[in-house]
């Protein structure tokens, strides 16, 4: 069984996440290699988009929310994701029981709580019309006085197939946006059935090669091992002599190929679709980047690896952005981070005055 080294494992993920080199696929397409985006936040799925395709602009994307061909909504994880509408019914179901499973992290909040009841009054709810989850909370509370309000949202969320509705901003959402149910707003029927033999071959596609533990962890689906097993995949082995598993024929660049520098958004994807993270970020970063509160700090990456940190802010006309770095910064280095951290500036304040990248003290 060939053994693939920590730089051939790195640079074939970042060929599949788009980090390579920019694409030119369109935004349906590059979603759809991506196996969607984090979306916790409005803006972050554009900077993902951003640092991956050429010419990309925020109309890209939001044309294509208006199109009804991208969806934000609760997927992977019970977290919010950006996913083309078709995986959107495609894969729903097939997370079901994760979704349903996380109903378990309410503990005493749960008190009281009938989910299929719950579930079948918020659907009624929102036939009606799109509502906030303040709406809706509010709503249940009426008709399920004895249940806590945050679990009736809760329960909502994660078993009622929803999609966030679309606002006329820059970012494509409000902060407190309605929701509205899936197959209402896509036109098309949820696949009934569940395919998680085609939900590992689009992990892979995005994030491999990866062990069957990292499918696990991305998609919270329990016996991952015996799925691999059962499919037609290409196996190698890391370092450390564990299996990874490969669809054939997937860009598996040269381990020399030069990986350009890159920034990437608050809870990116590429930093959370595997187990083990090593090959993307050190483990001593690792405490850095993803906090207590469990958020996942905007990154940058130098040579394929986590390298440090970014925020940005906008005062009187001069947007900055702030590099924090992890270690030295080499001069060449500093150059290309300046060039790439100036054009982000510009994607994401395309109006200031000037613009500037600092390094933290």
């Not at 979306?39 to 951003?50: D, I, S, T």
């Not at 992977?76 to 179901?93: C, M, Q, W």
């Not at 590429?270 to 469990?294: C, G, M, P, W, Y």
Request: positive net charge; hydrophobic residues 40%; charged residues 25%.
């Amino acid at each position: 069984m060939t053994t693939l080294s920590p730089r051939a494992i790195n640079r074939a993920t970042l060929a599949r996440q788009l980090l390579l080199e920019r694409s030119d696929l369109s935004v349906p397409q590059a979603v759809t290699q991506l196996a969607g985006l984090q979306g916790q936040e409005p803006k972050h799925p554009y900077v993902g988009l951003w640092t991956r395709l050429a010419g990309f602009t925020d109309g890209d994307l939001t044309a294509a929310v208006e199109a009804r061909e991208v969806v934000r909504a609760t997927l992977f994880r019970g977290t919010l994701h950006l996913i083309t509408a078709e995986d959107y019914l495609r894969f729903r179901n097939t997370l079901s029981p994760v979704l349903e499973a996380g109903l378990k992290l309410l503990g005493d909040r749960a008190a009281g709580l009938e989910p299929e009841k719950v579930a079948a009054a918020a659907r009624q709810l929102l036939a009606v019309r799109p509502l906030t989850f303040t709406e809706v909370r509010d709503a249940l509370q009426k008709q399920f006085p004895e249940v806590n309000d945050r679990a009736l949202g809760f329960c909502t969320r994660m078993l009622v197939p929803l999609v966030i509705s679309p606002a006329d901003t820059r970012w494509g959402w409000t902060a407190n946006a309605p929701f509205t149910p899936a197959e209402q707003w896509i036109g098309k029927k949820l696949r009934r059935a569940a395919v998680p033999d085609e939900l590992a071959v689009r992990y892979l596609e995005a994030f491999g090669p990866a062990t069957s533990a990292d499918f696990q962890t991305w998609s919270g689906l329990p016996r991952a091992k015996q799925l691999f097993d059962s499919l037609k995949l290409e196996a190698f082995t890391d370092e450390n002599g564990k299996t990874l598993y490969d669809v054939p024929d997937s860009p598996r660049p040269d381990p020399d190929t030069v990986a350009p520098v890159r920034f990437l958004p608050e809870f990116d994807n590429l930093l959370l679709a595997h187990a083990k993270r090593q090959r993307i970020i050190a483990d001593e970063h690792r405490s850095a980047v993803f906090t207590k509160n469990l958020r996942v700090k905007s990154t940058y990456l130098v040579d394929g690896l986590v390298a440090g940190l970014w925020s940005s802010e906008r005062k009187r006309g001069v947007a900055t952005l702030t590099l924090t770095s992890f270690g030295r910064t080499p001069k060449k280095t500093a150059a290309e981070l300046e060039r790439e951290g100036t054009a982000l500036l510009g994607f994401l304040e395309p109006d200031a005055k000037t613009y500037a990248v600092v390094t933290a003290s």
